[in-house]
């Protein structure tokens, strides 16, 4: 089992920005693909941003260009910074990870008032 700690959410002004980060400890995450997940009320889960273990990495369109994910191996820590956040922005964040089978973080929540 692979416990993922997510810290960071809250609540911010649109223009603002946050930084996410999700705590595996005890992993290696060179050995994970990992990433981020958000859901708004009312709406699927969606994906936001991946780093696959080899480093690379894919975003949502809709993020493109504003949210930045990274991984620092040292830490067994995932972080995603999110820049000029807007209220579409607003969701419950899930931390991802994905070895032969995938886990999820408890969720934080994200609140970008306009």
């Known amino acids: 089992q692979v416990q993922l700690v997510e810290s960071g959410g809250g609540l911010v002004q649109a223009g603002g920005s946050l930084r996410l980060s999700c705590a595996a400890p005890?992993?290696?995450?060179?050995?994970?693909?990992m990433g981020w997940y958000r859901q708004a009320t009312g709406k699927q889960r969606e994906l936001v941003a991946q780093?696959?273990?080899?480093?690379?990495?894919n975003y949502a369109d809709s993020v493109k260009g504003r949210f930045t994910i990274s991984k620092d191996i040292a830490r067994s820590s995932v972080a995603l910074q999110m820049s000029r956040l807007q209220p579409e922005d607003t969701a419950v964040y899930y931390c991802?990870?994905?070895?032969?089978?995938?886990?999820w973080g408890q969720g934080t929540q994200v609140t970008v008032s306009s």
């Open positions: 780093i696959t273990r080899s480093g690379g990495t």
């Open positions: 005890g992993r290696s995450l060179d050995l994970y693909d």
């Open positions: 991802w990870a994905r070895a032969l089978r995938q886990y």
